[in-house]
């Protein structure tokens, strides 16, 4: 599986961005999704996930209610709708994906092993 993130860019507090992540699978069917973080000197942090079917989404608790991650299997592509941006979400965000089980508690690195390059996003405060 091969993953290609964009939407980044710069913007304000309190903006919105939407990120975007292409999957060059033949289907994302049975693939379920993630995105992850990584601001500079900082650990790559997991941010949401969404089951292959759409049925469960799981949030790091302090972009609950902010971001929102959604899926498009016809268009093989995974979203993430950021709204509220803080200097604080700062950060190059990757998209990731994994085959198989789906359980909320899969939000470290190990257990997502395709990854997309990642995509900047800068908050100006």
């Known amino acids: 599986v091969q993953l290609q993130a964009s939407g980044g860019g710069l913007v304000q507090a309190g903006a919105s961005l939407k990120l975007s992540c292409v999957a060059s699978?033949?289907?994302?069917?049975?693939?379920?999704m993630a995105w992850f973080r990584q601001a500079p000197g900082k650990e790559r942090e997991f941010i949401a996930s969404?089951?292959?079917?759409?049925?469960?989404?799981n949030y790091l608790d302090s972009v609950k209610g902010r971001f929102t991650i959604s899926r498009d299997n016809a268009k093989n592509a995974v979203y993430l709708q950021m709204n509220s941006l803080k200097p604080e979400d700062t950060s190059t965000y990757y998209c990731?994906?994994?085959?198989?089980?789906?359980?909320?508690?899969?939000?470290?690195?190990?257990?997502?092993?395709?990854w997309g390059q990642g995509t900047l996003v800068t908050v100006s405060s």
């Open positions: 990731a994906a994994r085959l198989g089980g789906y359980r909320s508690i899969y939000q470290g690195q190990k257990y997502w092993p395709y």
């Open positions: 699978a033949r289907t994302l069917a049975n693939v379920h």
């Open positions: 969404i089951s292959s079917n759409n049925s469960t989404a």
